[in-house]
């Protein structure tokens, strides 16, 4: 098989049979509900950050425009309550740029273990479920408490 070449295309080498995917939902089959609000409150997260733009439109075109005032605090708590759903994206993001910001101020020293954070936290022993398990908690609060302010 072809690799690091992008002038051939690669080939499966068995094809993809629908029996693999029995296999993995033994394995899923636990953690099923899990796994279906992880992925559901992780489009949530997706579909709320699409609204960034249209935000900013309206208080650029109508609440800045006609001063108004009421109209710009929706807007912001709106913007605000899309930051809050997405804290867990701010802060995989935010732990590249302070860890690559770190690393040209000190010429080589590191803040975490290894970027995004999520790595620092396989590096200190955290197991992967764990640290989904964590972060979808998190996301679950955030969402909740964004939901709360509206």
């Not at 208080?59 to 913007?79: C, E, F, G, S, T």
Request: charge should be positive.
């Amino acid at each position: 098989m072809a690799r690091n070449k992008f002038d051939v295309d690669e080939r499966l080498e068995t094809p993809f049979d629908f029996r693999h995917l029995k296999r993995v939902g033994v394995y899923i089959g636990k953690h099923k509900w899990k796994m279906l609000l992880a992925l559901l409150l992780s489009a949530l997260a997706s579909v709320t950050s699409l609204a960034v733009p249209k935000i900013t439109q309206t208080v650029m075109d109508v609440a800045v425009p006609q001063k108004n005032v009421d109209l710009l605090l929706k807007m912001a708590l709106a913007l605000m309550g899309i930051i809050v759903v997405g804290i867990v994206y701010i802060c995989e993001a935010a732990s590249v740029i302070l860890q690559v910001g770190y690393f040209k101020l000190t010429h080589g020293k590191r803040l975490f273990k290894m970027a995004p954070i999520h790595h620092h936290f396989e590096k200190c022993g955290w197991s992967e479920i764990k640290i989904v398990g964590v972060f979808s908690l998190i996301t679950l609060i955030a969402g909740a408490i964004s939901l709360l302010g509206l």
